[in-house]
């Protein structure tokens, strides 16, 4: 797979870039199916999860800002509960449908990066059997919408890096913005594409209009949470501070270990080999920004 082009064609910057292979719809479609089909029919087996409770709870009290999170979900959870009542399975059909919507955009990464048909059903399958988007599948909490924005987010910046269409960069602002609003450490992960970026290139981005644009964008968006934060004194910090004090999940030694749970000990292995392939292929030099995993 070619780098992209670096010259601008039209007033987007649209750039001719490199070709992909098509989508495999019909696989991944269906193996999105199957996980939303099992989420949903296993949606009122069990009772309220405690965040879900919290959420309802704060939902009936909307704010700026709450101690422990944005915005954005008790908004929702709020909706939910006005139109449909007391309703578990109605809280959790979104959830389901979320997780759901995140297999095919896995596989659209995938596709972004040359992966063809094979790769890009991996890469779903592989999304599906995943723990953790088992379980935020399964409950409606802050984790269920971070995982699509941010499984979102990676792929807006890795089809920009094979197109570097200007409207892409509008779009991750735009995603970014819900996702400040669902989780504050939505922050690292654009931290984190932005250094990669600056380290691996394309170097060219800050001189893209519609990137600032998309910056605004999301700044508005978090901006009224992170004046109700400074307001009551940062208790989103405090509290990050208390549940890193506690040592769930082995505290910080035992962040990567627990990493390999959530992702599941059998696809650990299929990103752990994706990103040694990202930094060894000189095909897939243009994505070593983003991290991302990848089997072609």
């Not at 596709?111 to 779903?124: H, K, N």
């Not at 499984?151 to 200007?166: K, S």
């Amino acid at each position: 797979m070619s780098a992209p082009a670096s010259a601008a064609s039209g007033p987007l910057d649209v750039t001719t870039a490199p070709a992909v292979p098509a989508v495999a719809w019909k696989p991944v479609l269906l193996t999105a199916g199957a996980l939303g089909a099992v989420l949903l029919a296993v949606s009122a087996r069990y009772g309220y999860h405690r965040d879900e409770l919290y959420f309802r709870v704060a939902g009936r009290h909307l704010a700026w800002g709450y101690p422990d999170q944005p915005p954005l979900l008790p908004v929702l959870v709020r909706g939910i509960t006005a139109v449909f009542g007391d309703s578990l399975v109605a809280l959790r059909v979104p959830s389901a449908l979320l997780a759901a919507c995140g297999v095919p955009v896995a596989a659209l990464t995938a596709r972004e990066m040359g992966g063809g048909r094979r790769a890009q059903l991996l890469t779903a399958a592989s999304f599906t059997v995943c723990p953790f988007a088992v379980a935020v599948g399964h409950i409606f909490v802050t984790a269920t919408l971070d995982l699509l924005l941010s499984t979102v987010i990676v792929w807006l910046v890795v089809r920009w890096v094979r197109t570097r269409d200007q409207r892409l960069l509008l779009s991750v602002g735009i995603a970014s913005a819900l996702a400040l609003n669902v989780k504050y450490l939505a922050a690292f992960l654009l931290v984190a594409l932005v250094a990669g970026l600056l380290l691996s290139g394309p170097r060219d981005f800050p001189r893209r209009p519609l990137l600032w644009a998309g910056a605004l964008v999301a700044v508005v968006a978090v901006t009224p949470g992170l004046v109700w934060q400074a307001r009551h004194g940062w208790p989103q910090i405090d509290m990050a501070d208390a549940i890193a004090g506690k040592g769930d999940f082995g505290g910080r030694p035992g962040f990567l270990p627990f990493q390999l749970l959530l992702t599941g000990v059998v696809p650990s292995w299929l990103w752990i080999y994706g990103l040694w392939r990202t930094y060894r292929s000189d095909d897939l030099r243009t994505y070593r920004s983003s991290g991302t995993r990848t089997c072609c």
